[in-house]
């Protein structure tokens, strides 16, 4: 297969960890025969700096041509004190509505071999299994008005009934496919657009009566999700509860440097990305977990190009690594053996070799 990837390396850590992601993807395409035909292109702070915008109309039209887009994170304390539309981070809210990405898939997903890694305890974390489907285009981040004086700021959140409709409908369809339950996360209980989003929440569930639905209030869900992470499956809550839920979910798994997610339209086009961000404490210092950015890989190749067979194979492959104990720093621990990115990059290719090997012979 031929396929034509847009590549947003982006800020700090962004660079490492889509490069680690990029070797990945190489050797896949080398042993599956396919051709990944990689287009680089700048986002964020490092746009701003080169071309005075974070999201330059080069890059869109880089995004355009591909069949994905695979980024690394931006921003950084360079740009911290830019206006708004200077910012790195309007680089990434505008691609994102730019494509009209929707839908926000961040599956959490407990390492056997991590569960020491992780502050919570191991039979707290243990077999956690859950998919945050957070809407990405709307609410908080993009209603006006936006704007301040010197006394005051203001900030809307608006949601229509489409918007909310299309991305329940998503979490449904993810449920159908799972353990069938979707919990719906709001503030219901204050919030105008909470209340509406309950109400579709309800309607909506007619059209998938194999679906369990349970409606919990946000800051309820906050406690539960480290208290007793194992009650959720698929978790669909607007775009700042799902922002915030999602980073507090990666403490299941030992670290932000693990979660990976995927942004995608109802066509399938989808931008793929980690988590967290650009780690500015550790930039440049060949220290990143590049485990996000290479499972956000993984999900380019099986939601946007139904590779699934290469998408699992690299998710074995990192599983692999971890359990031989290998791990960058921010999982460090007893019987830990901390690497670098680039080794850590390596192992997993090794792993790679290795498994294609075995199937080779299991094959032949
Ligand atoms: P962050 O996610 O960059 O880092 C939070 C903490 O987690 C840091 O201690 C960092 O070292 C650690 N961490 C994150 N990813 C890691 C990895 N792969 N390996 C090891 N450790 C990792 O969040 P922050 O520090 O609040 O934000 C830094 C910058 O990143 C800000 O400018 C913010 O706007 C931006 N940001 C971007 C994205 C994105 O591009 N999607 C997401 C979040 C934050
Ligand atoms: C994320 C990030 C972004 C968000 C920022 C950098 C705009 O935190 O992808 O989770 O809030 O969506
Ligand atoms: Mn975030």
Redesign the pocket.
């Known amino acids: 297969m031929k396929k034509t990837i847009a590549v947003l390396p ?5 660079s490492e ?1 889509t490069d680690a992601a990029v070797k990945v993807l190489q050797s896949i395409a080398m042993r599956y025969g396919h051709t990944f035909h990689l287009k680089h292109a700048s986002i ?1 702070g490092s746009a701003v700096d080169a071309h005075g915008t974070p999201l330059p109309d080069e890059t869109i039209a880089a995004c355009e041509a591909s069949d994905a887009i695979l ?7 360079k ?2 004190k830019n206006p708004a539309h200077q910012r ?2 309007k680089g ?1 809210l505008n691609i994102r509505k730019h494509f009209d990405l929707f839908a926000n898939i961040r599956p959490v997903k407990a390492v056997p071999a991590l569960l020491g890694s992780s502050p919570l305890k191991e039979e707290v974390a243990k077999e956690v299994d859950m998919v945050i489907v957070r809407e990405l285009t709307s609410g908080l981040y993009f209603g006006e008005p936006k704007r301040r004086t010197e006394k005051a700021a203001v900030d809307t959140l608006v949601y229509t009934r489409q918007e909310i409709e299309r991305i329940v409908d998503q979490a449904f369809e993810i449920a159908r496919g799972r353990r069938g339950k979707v919990t719906s996360v709001d503030k219901a209980n204050v919030l105008e657009t909470s209340k509406l989003w309950r109400e579709v929440v309800e309607e909506r569930k007619a059209f998938y009566p194999d679906v369990e639905v349970e409606h919990m209030l946000v800051d309820s869900a906050a406690m539960k999700l480290i208290t007793d992470p194992r009650a959720f499956d698929v978790m669909v809550t607007e775009n700042m509860f799902g922002d915030i839920l999602s ?1 507090e979910a990666s403490v299941i798994t030992g ?3 693990m979660l990976p997610s995927a942004s995608v339209r109802s066509d399938g086009y989808g931008l793929y ?10 930039a440049g210092q060949n ?7 290479i499972l956000s890989a993984a999900m380019m190749l099986r939601h946007s190009f139904g590779m699934h067979t290469e998408a699992a194979t690299i998710e074995e492959a990192v599983m692999s690594v971890l359990e031989d104990g290998y791990c ?3 999982l460090s621990g007893a019987g830990k053996r901390v690497v670098s990115t680039e080794r850590f990059v390596e192992k997993v290719i090794e792993e790679l070799e290795r498994e294609l090997v075995s199937e080779h012979i299991m094959y032949s």
């Open positions: 982006g800020d700090g850590i962004g960890v964020g980024l690394g994170a931006v921003g950084g304390p740009w911290d790195p981070e990434l980073d670290s932000l440097g990305e980690p988590v967290h961000g650009s780690a500015p404490d550790i220290k990143a977990n590049p485990s996000a950015a960058t720093g921010d």
